[in-house]
């Protein structure tokens, strides 16, 4: 039943205790397309599949209370087998000497596929609407009444039940009322009728009421008496804007994202429709996306602190609240709001106690609010989802004379719910967001460290600026000899899956770096690394896991400052723009290579270019150069054109390579990184090949000591001579040929000892009787780091001394 106009609509029946059908109405015919006689003195299960497992009505009513809180939402099997979405109302009837009976009644709510949540919404609202309900024989004598009955005439039930209309109903209205029951019984058929009821109440001087009249049949057709329905018209107006206000709630709470905006959406829609003021504080961890959720029924005598994100009221400037959007709300310890957040159940005060000494006067300024404007009605709220506790939704009256009824909360409750979903999808999405961001700053590098051997610079734009997260990277990676690697790479997707994957695949690439194995090589091992990525992501999704983001593209380069070398690989990534002194600008045709993770077995090719000093190489994503409209070798000429101009720094082509994309729609994460290449000058770097003799560890030191003392760098005599003879050593002993040796001075002391056929040495554990072992723990102690990285025709054994003990001294 929707509102006094669908009444004539409405299937109605009436069973007793056990379920049997014991009337029938012409609608209910209608509706389910059992006659009376197929269906009074049969169980209601014929009609009401559920009642199967009920062995009575109360047992049945009490069900479904409890599985939905008797949403008013269920189906009936038509005669034909068809089942019906409907709404149903059950109302328990009281006879003489405390007999029941129950009056079922039911309207097509349409198919099933239908907003049935809708309708549970509708029909749990109804269900907490005054609707009185009477039944009269052929003689329109009284037999069964509910007790809201009396609210709507003013007639007890001892006063009604065996009484007539005109005994029972001294008014004007009697003659018609009866008038209509005797047609009714005639035709079998319902008719509705409006009156209006004068009642004892103070805040109403009349109460204008629908009643309807069905004929109630039965098991041979004939009439057994009448039903008489009555609805306050007010109430079920009233009824109607609060399911005005949930229709409207689908389409104005959570229209973004914006925990802020929701909770300030849920504030405007209830204002005016029910409510002359509503303040919604959300607990702080939600705005922010950080902190510790607040767990329904952890919270102790510590309350949570929550933060205004929403008000509104009738009057200007919502003047009832203490406190604006964005503030911090006290909440005192007696108080309904407290008692909310502890109990983490809604609260409605219908006449809020004003005198002193209440829960009010907890708070002098809020008390002071309440009293100046006249705040006489209260519900509290909490805002809840998945047992979080979200917030607190409080709303008031204060010009509206009626206080707030039960059927106010239960809409009040429906509003929050849905807002909660909303927040809690909110919530969620800033923590990820949030989470997301602090990743990828944690794995992106805070400072492009290029050394003797590059200045650099470098922009990110994500593809959804709100997110501001996806897979692209860069890094330059100071390697041994003053050497530097650059690197660019770029994850399918966005969002913190590929944030993640993103940082998986740079930690590789540290690693790989670390090892000093060249691009071909390095290249080779992410693509080992990114398949079984995908093979571990395979299976978390075959547990219903999320999986990571698989498949990347990555470009890698080692630049030598020393022989002003820069060699290359690349595996499905764009090539390099490369910018001489002088402005002019080529891509390199360097081999693409396939994607990594494609599984093929591929074998990465490298190319090596000897660059110019303050050559301009521009490692990039493809969101640089593609676009929507334009093709890639559009955006290659649009990038290679903005970083022509040789006289502008690198942050400033930076900001003017950057600039078409920030212009225009984005389809994918932009990641640009611009190195202008250093060389270093002939002094910096002393190098010799020394013969394969007796003495050639004495002759390493001397040469040593010499380029030592010509640098100023005495004070490291001592713990060069150990170096240099143990690295030496080492080479003597492990590889063939004569043996080179190299010092760099740069950012550190760097000195390279290679051979042919080096064999790798390794650290090992020695005891006091071994006569070998301990060079190369001696190396790391006394250096700043070494290691061994291959070379043509052998490898290099390094260390590095740093020089900053020296400028100290």
């Known amino acids: 039943m929707r509102h006094a106009s669908d009444i004539s609509d409405t299937a109605f029946a009436l069973l007793d205790e056990q379920g049997t059908v014991v009337a029938w109405t012409q609608a209910a015919e209608h509706l389910v397309g059992y006659s009376a006689g197929e269906v009074v003195g049969r169980s209601a299960a014929l009609v009401l599949p559920r009642f199967e497992a009920a062995p009575t009505m109360s047992a049945y009513v009490g069900q479904c209370r409890a599985q939905n809180g008797w949403s008013g939402a269920t189906t009936v099997r038509h005669r034909d ?14 006879g003489q000497d405390g007999a029941v009976r129950w009056l079922a009644s039911a309207t097509d709510i349409g198919a099933p596929s239908g907003d049935v949540v809708n309708v549970w919404v509708q029909g749990s609202i109804l269900d907490h609407a005054p609707i009185g309900v009477c039944v009269r024989d052929l003689e329109l004598c009284c037999t069964w009444v509910n007790d809201v009955m009396e609210s709507h005439d003013g007639i007890s039930r001892d006063r009604r039940l065996g009484f007539g209309i005109t005994d029972a109903w001294p008014s004007v209205e009697t003659d018609a009322a009866e008038a209509m029951m005797r ?14 009821t004068w009642l004892p109440t103070p805040l109403i001087d009349e109460c204008p009421m629908a009643v309807s009249f069905s004929c109630l049949l039965g098991a041979d057709g004939k009439p057994l008496g009448g039903c008489t329905i009555s609805v306050d018209v007010a109430e079920s107006r009233r009824e109607r804007e609060r399911l005005t206000v949930l229709s409207q709630a689908g389409t104005r709470l959570g229209s973004t994202l914006d925990v802020m905006q929701t909770g300030q959406e849920l504030a405007d829609l209830a204002v005016p429709l029910f409510a002359d003021g509503v303040a919604v504080d959300l607990e702080q961890s939600v705005p922010f996306g950080e902190g510790t959720p607040v767990r329904i029924g952890s919270i102790g005598e510590r309350l949570p602190v929550l933060r205004r994100v929403g008000v509104t009221s009738i009057h200007q400037g919502a003047p009832e609240s203490p406190w604006v959007r964005g503030e911090r709300t006290l909440i005192p310890p007696v108080s309904p709001v407290a008692m909310v957040l502890r109990t983490g159940k809604s609260y409605l005060e ?21 009293r100046d404007h006249g705040m006489h009605s209260v519900m509290v709220v909490p805002i809840r989802a998945r047992r979080v506790l979200l917030g607190m939704a409080v709303f008031i009256r204060t010009e509206n004379p009626l206080p707030f009824q039960e059927t106010d909360l239960l809409l009040a409750e429906e509003l929050v719910s849905r807002a909660a979903v909303s ?6 999405y800033r923590r990820e967001h949030t989470a997301a961001l602090a990743l990828q700053r944690n794995l992106r590098p805070h400072r ?10 470098s922009r990110y734009l994500p593809a959804d600026i709100d997110r501001g997260v996806g897979g692209d990277w860069f890094d330059v990676i100071p390697l041994s000899g003053a050497r530097v690697a650059l690197v660019v790479g770029d994850v399918v997707g966005h969002g913190i899956n590929a944030a993640a994957t993103m940082g998986r695949l740079r930690t590789a690439v540290h690693t790989l770096a670390d090892m000093e194995v060249p691009p071909d090589e390095l290249l080779a091992g992410l693509d080992d690394t990114v398949l079984r990525l995908a093979e571990a992501d395979a299976d978390a999704d075959a547990q219903d896991w999320n999986p990571a983001v698989v498949g990347a593209t990555c470009l890698y380069a080692v630049y030598d400052p020393a022989t002003r070398r820069c060699t290359m690989a690349a595996a499905g990534h764009p090539p390099p723009a490369i910018i001489d002194p002088r402005g002019k600008v080529t891509f390199p045709d360097l081999p693409t290579g396939t994607p990594l993770g494609i599984g093929l077995g591929a074998v990465f090719e490298t190319m090596e270019l000897e660059l110019p000093e303050g050559t301009l190489l521009a490692l990039y994503t493809d969101g640089m150069i ?6 890639i070798d559009e955006g290659m000429h649009r990038l290679g054109a903005a970083l022509s101009p040789p006289e502008l720094s690198l942050e400033e082509l930076c900001t003017r390579a950057m600039a078409p994309v920030e212009d225009q729609v984005a389809c994918d994460d932009a990641s640009l990184l611009l190195v202008r290449t250093r060389t270093l000058s002939p002094d910096q770097v ?17 040469l040593t000591a010499g380029q030592l003392a010509a640098w100023g760098l005495e004070g490291l005599q001592g713990s060069m001579k150990l170096i240099v003879s143990h690295l030496v050593t080492n080479a003597v002993r492990h590889s063939a040929g004569p043996i080179g040796l190299r010092l760099i001075r740069h950012d550190v002391l760097t000195v390279e000892v290679s051979g042919a056929d080096f064999s790798s040495p390794g650290m090992r554990s020695t005891r006091n009787v071994d006569e070998h072992g301990r060079g190369l723990a001696m190396i790391a102690q006394l250096s700043r780091r070494w290691g061994t990285r291959p070379a043509r025709g052998g490898k290099v054994l390094w260390a590095e001394v740093d020089l900053a003990h020296i400028s100290r001294r």
């Open 81 to 94: 087998g068809r089942m019906l979405a409907v709404g149903m109302r059950i109302s328990m009837l009281g």
């Open 183 to 196: 047609r009714v019984l005639r035709s079998g058929s319902t008719k509705v009728h409006e009156y209006r």
């Open 626 to 631: 593609e676009t929507r409209e334009g093709d």
């Open 423 to 428: 927040l809690d999808k909110a919530r969620q």
């Open 686 to 702: 002393a190098s010799w090949t020394l013969p394969r003799d007796s003495t050639v560890v004495q002759r390493a030191l001397n």
């Open 448 to 457: 492009l460290r290029g050394g003797a051997a590059v200045e650099a610079a």
């Open 350 to 370: 219908p006449t809020v106690d004003t005198t002193p000494g209440g829960w009010i006067d907890a708070s002098p300024a809020l008390a002071q609010r309440i």
